[in-house]
């Protein structure tokens, strides 16, 4: 009798961009061995050739290669790069996977990356990660901090591959015998209990749209071309040239749509990514410039949709001087004078035609489905859309509807860094969902060499100064900085590392720790924010003390805001690196702290975004607490009664209260709020307005957000006038007001895009579009017309757009200075707008206005939330994650995490997205036995404290308490997060912040 087999506890990812990175580390930390699978030489995805970032301008490789370098070093994350799935089999819990593993024709374990094989390879070929605008050899690394760390030969062009006896060049060289031109591909196969396909997408070919010139003009670039161009690590070193003839370019265009919303060549999605990304590049461009740079932008709505990217639209127009042309391009064609510029035909709103010379054009290209993936996706059999995209099962966020396979990215349409790394863990979270019984069978435990006992020991400190490519290089003199840190006292070692980051200097840095017997370590180059703890692994490793580190910020502080000023910058790196070593020197072990863990989760907040993060919880088999300050779930969802693609939403909700209720692992309180809280990760105890203590390890902050009850356009004053959530609720129960309507007007952001409300709230575009389909449903006869600033309906929602224009909804547009006026009518109201064509005000009789109100935060609650957990709000009193990009879920108080709508707007399925997002985070602390924590703490000389009780009152964290028998401060070491404030405020100097005490900070000053 056959049984069926057991669950397998790993994972395999498919994709090793910033998604399939995300994933990964996800699972690995949360107990699940992990396949990471990619078909380049090297992990990373598109990000490594992006320059920054939006919308903070972060350097993207900066904030990547503690990634890259995380997963190379993770013990149960192992990745197979060039390589290729070839068929998935099996069932939920335990699939069988064909990978063939091409030949690399070097071997990534022997090779030192050292670079002497491409120095004598003689064999030049465009190279693809700088988009053909510079040549690589035959034998190369993918890019400066790839990993793995090792070079990769290309057979198509290797001269010994071909014929084997004409060459061999590299073989002489390679003092680590790491080269083998007869390797073969090999065929592998894997046992994984899931899979998460996040295979990133491909670049619009823009060379099919003849009349933008791309491919005829040399001057006409693509939007990945010019991240190259301005990138520090591109052809160029990040000056801006003209690659046709170096000509410093004068005036440059990014033309929008390109491959997007555009049906004759069956693309008609939006890219969701352009319009922000072409902001950052003009942005960027000008930085870059040492002159006046002209830069436009041509559009045609500008889909700044999500979390502050309206503020970067704002700044980028007012403050950074680039121009928006709201047109239509017609073509692109070489200018008659002889300059090489391209010029511009375009259409104005008024169907003027226009023209206007650059001399660079960047054409905004939309995205693509890898065509190798969606050939993969048919032999599985996952549900495709129209676009060959992925079609994720209905409100689940990243599910498909194969059972046990799961999507993240821009696979299941495009979207931007930080809904795909949410997406990724979400995914992380969906999988291990389904193979809790199996956590920890197949991980291994990492071993670190015993600490080396430096105490009585003379200072020996090694100081790395970084380069990062010319970010901070161009600026910087770094030889010249490192020369001096030679000079200065207890320095034994000193180096410049063009990537200090990368997986090759982090081996650099142990051997010379080996060598020259450092015990202190100094790294001069960008944000510890970023980069410190990464460092700090590399310092155990070699078996040092974490806490043997400093780091000096050479890059935010010298090269980025003196980029003009060379010598004073380098002048004052110096001063960086010279207090960083006065401060070493006195730098002490220090002992982390080993907590117990409690394994139970709180989750705050019932509306979908919390009820879904918390039967995620469950499922992986966590115990979990449901807070809802309502005496009901479901939150803002039961006001909603259709979902964006039709979904019956009071089933959904319905079904998912049930589910909760019926949870054996689910307490659910309601009418209850948080009142008070102490601890910290892995031992947190709440109090509820009930009296009742819940003790938990982590906590998710899901507390939802409001429909902005508007002040403007009649609202309250007269019937006809209500808000889309009240419009739906007359369209559901067919109401007469809407079915016998005449009339209907919807009024775009409403309380959004505002001085008191500077965003934009992401859903109301595609949420009148629905409706007016809806009231053309329910009255076929109506007249529909959709006021508006820009339509943003991002992604797949744009063929909503489309099929709404195709049954007659008219849309007009107003400008923000001449918004539409609402007056009360004989039968409803008349509302007059100015046409954005004809430029003459247009009256229509409504019977109903629909008022596009803007989500808001709950100021109330999550106020006191943030208080409670020490966590940041942003302005608009939403809250604010750690880092934008790469950690959107997490805040900075380690053990709390958000999600939903608590976090911005954002649409029912990217909710429930988020929400197991947070799960995934979660579940990394919740794995754990124990916590460790990282020891700085504040520490008392109980011989001078008074006793006053000072430090007690400014503790954030509620760590510093008087022993009322002592007379004395106490320090809870578990609960300190050697912020600093008690040293601050004690007048008789008796208590200290160790890694930061009064004497390594005059230490510093002294230095000077």
Not at 796 to 807: G, P, V
Request: proline share 4%.
């Amino acid at each position: 009798m056959s049984t069926k087999p057991d669950k397998v506890g790993a994972v395999l990812v498919l994709g090793a961009g910033i998604a399939g990175i995300q994933a990964s580390l996800d699972l690995a930390e949360s107990g699940y061995y992990v396949y990471l699978v990619d078909k380049t030489p090297a992990i990373g995805g598109t990000m490594p050739m992006l320059d920054k970032t939006f919308p903070t301008n972060d350097c993207s490789m900066c904030i990547l290669s503690p990634k890259l370098v995380d997963c190379g070093r993770h013990l149960n994350v192992n990745t197979i790069t060039n390589a290729e799935v070839l068929d998935i089999q099996g069932d939920p819990g335990n699939f069988k996977v064909t990978i063939n593993k091409k030949a690399r024709f070097v071997d990534p374990d022997k090779c030192t990356g050292c670079g002497s094989c491409a120095e004598e390879c003689p064999v030049k070929v465009p190279d693809d990660f700088n988009q053909g605008l510079s040549p690589r050899k035959a034998i190369y690394k993918l890019y400066a901090q790839a990993y793995p760390n090792a070079y990769a030969i290309d057979p198509t062009k290797c001269l010994k591959i071909k014929k084997p006896k004409a060459c061999g060049k590299c073989l002489k060289v390679c003092q680590a015998e790491a080269i083998n031109h007869e390797m073969q591909d090999e065929t592998v196969q894997i046992d994984v209990g899931s899979v998460i396909l996040c295979p990133g997408f491909e670049k619009f070919d823009a060379g099919q749209l003849a009349y933008y010139g791309y491919g005829k003009h040399p001057n006409v670039l693509t939007s990945l071309e010019f991240e190259r161009i301005l990138s520090a690590s591109g052809p160029f070193g990040g000056h801006i040239q003209r690659p046709s003839d170096a000509k410093e370019p004068q005036k440059i265009a990014w033309i929008q749509c390109v491959g997007s919303r555009n049906c004759r060549i069956e693309n008609g999605y939006c890219s969701s990514v352009c319009c922000m990304y072409a902001i950052k590049e003009a942005v960027i461009a000008k930085e870059h410039s040492h002159y006046p740079l002209d830069t436009a932008i041509f559009f045609m709505d500008m889909r700044t949709y999500g979390k502050d990217f309206e503020k970067y639209y704002d700044r980028a127009k007012l403050e950074n001087g680039v121009r928006f042309i709201r047109s239509r391009v017609y073509d692109i064609t070489e200018a008659d004078d002889g300059s090489g510029n391209c010029r511009i035909r375009y259409s104005n709103e008024d169907g003027t035609i226009s023209y206007e010379d650059f001399d660079l054009v960047v054409l905004s290209l939309g995205l693509e489905p890898n065509p190798e993936i969606v050939e993969l996706a048919g032999k599985l059999g996952l549900d495709l859309n129209k676009f060959n995209f992925c079609e994720p099962a209905a409100l689940t966020g990243v599910g498909t509807n194969k059972p046990g396979i799961y999507v993240a990215g821009a696979f299941s349409g495009p979207r931007d860094i930080p809904e795909t790394v949410m997406q990724a863990s979400a995914a992380a979270a969906a999988s291990a969902a389904n193979l809790a019984s199996v956590r920890g069978s197949l991980t291994k435990v990492k071993e670190y060499p015993a600490e080396k006992d430096v105490a009585g020991e003379i200072v020996r400190a090694g100081v790395f100064i970084c380069h990062c490519g010319i970010n901070i290089g161009s600026v910087v003199n770094v030889p010249e900085v490192v020369a001096y840190a030679k000079t200065l006292p207890g320095v034994a070692f000193a180096d410049e590392k063009m990537y200090a980051c990368s997986q090759d200097t982090s081996a650099q840095i142990k051997e010379a720790i080996e060598q020259y017997g450092l015990n202190r370590i100094i790294v001069a180059s960008c944000s510890p924010r970023t980069h410190e703890p990464m460092f700090q692994e590399t310092l155990r490793e070699a078996g040092l003390n974490a806490n043997l580190f400093e780091m000096a910020n050479i890059r935010d502080q010298c090269s980025w805001v003196h980029m003009h000023e060379p010598e004073k910058a380098t002048a004052k790196a110096k001063d960086l690196v010279k207090m960083a070593v006065y401060k070493a020197a006195l730098l002490e072990p220090i002992a982390s702290v080993s907590l117990d863990m409690n394994h139970d989760a709180l989750v705050i907040g019932g509306g979908v975004a919390g009820m879904t993060a918390a039967t995620n919880l469950s499922q992986q088999g966590y115990q979990v607490c449901l807070v809802e300050k309502t005496t009901a779930l479901g939150g803002i969802t039961n006001s909603l009664r259709f979902g964006m693609r039709g979904e019956d939403l009071p089933q959904f909700v319905g079904e998912l209260i049930d589910q909760v209720n019926n949870d054996a692992n689910i307490k659910v309180y309601t009418g209850v709020e948080i009142t008070d809280v102490h601890g910290f990760v892995g031992n947190f105890e709440s109090t509820l307005s009930n009296g009742e203590v819940i003790k938990h390890g982590v906590t998710i902050i899901a507390t939802g957000a409001e429909e902005y009850k508007p002040t403007e356009y009649l609202y309250g004053q007269n019937d006809s006038v209500m808000t889309l959530l009240e419009l739906e609720g007359l369209m559901a129960v067919k109401d007469s007001k809407v079915t016998g309507a005449k009339n209907v007007v919807f009024i775009q952001c409403v309380g959004s895009r505002d001085a008191e409300r500077p965003y934009c709230s992401r859903i109301c575009c595609t949420k009148s579009v629905k409706q007016a389909l809806k009231v053309k449903e329910l009255n076929p006869d109506a007249n529909v017309f959709i006021l508006y600033r820009d339509i943003r309906t991002y992604g797949f929602y744009e063929e909503m757009y489309r099929e709404a224009r195709n049954k007659g909804v008219i849309f007009i547009r107003y400008a923000v200075e001449n918004k539409p006026v609402v007056e009360a009518g004989a039968n409803g109201a008349k509302v007059t707008v100015t046409d954005h064509v004809l430029g003459v005000p247009v009256e229509i009789d409504a019977d109903v206005v629909g008022l596009a109100a803007a989500i808001v935060a709950d100021r109330d609650t999550n106020g006191k939330l943030s208080q409670f957990y020490k966590v940041p709000l942003n302005q608009e009193g939403f809250f604010l994650e750690a880092h934008m990009k790469l950690r959107p879920v997490d805040f900075g108080t380690d053990g709390v995490f958000m999600c939903g709508l608590s976090h911005g707007p954002k649409n029912l399925e990217e909710n429930i997205a988020q929400a197991k997002a947070a799960v995934g985070r979660a579940c990394t602390v919740l794995a754990k036995q124990s916590i460790s924590v990282e020891g700085k703490s504040a520490f008392v000389n109980e011989k001078k404290c008074a006793g006053c009780g000072d430090c007690e009152a400014v503790c954030p964290a509620k760590a510093v308490q008087v022993d009322e028998t002592k007379k004395v401060a106490v320090v809870n070491e578990a609960l300190c997060k050697g912020c600093g404030a008690c040293a601050s405020t004690c007048r008789c100097g008796a208590i200290n912040v160790k890694g930061c005490t009064n004497q390594q900070i005059m230490a510093m000053i002294n230095a000077l």
